[in-house]
């Protein structure tokens, strides 16, 4: 079993930057891939960003349009931690962001339903 913690939420004002944690517990978190969501008041949930893991030492990242080039994920596997630093933030990023952890990592996911343990979590408030 996997337990994923998320952190760093809050309330900004538009251009302003928040960095979200997410800490994985349970298993070996080196081998997965991890991905960020989010979800909007009457919205569904949509994919932000996701690594991929190839075996190595490196990480690869894609983003969804709507975040490349303000968003970054990035993990710290000493740390179990999954990163999601978001810069430039829009009042359209307002939602619950969500961490996800799937168990195969070595490709990319964008879809919720291909990952297996989610976090409970956090409110992003971005203010005009």
């Known amino acids: 079993q996997v337990q994923l913690v998320e952190s760093g939420g809050g309330l900004v004002q538009a251009g302003g930057s928040l960095r979200l944690s997410c800490v994985a517990s349970g298993r070996t978190f080196s081998s997965y891939g991890m991905g960020w969501f989010r979800q909007a008041p009457g919205k569904e949930r949509e994919f932000a960003a996701v690594l991929k893991w190839s075996g190595g030492n490196t990480a690869y990242a894609d983003y969804a349009d709507s975040v490349k080039g303000r968003f970054t994920i990035f993990r710290n596997n000493a740390k179990n931690t999954v990163y999601l630093q978001m810069n430039s933030l829009k009042p359209e990023d307002t939602a619950v962001y969500y961490c996800?952890?799937?168990?195969?990592?070595?490709?990319?996911?964008?879809?919720?339903?291909?990952?297996?343990?989610w976090g409970q979590g956090t409110q992003v408030t971005v203010s005009s």
């Open positions: 996800a952890l799937r168990q195969w990592g070595d490709t990319y996911a964008y879809r919720a339903s291909e990952y297996d343990y």
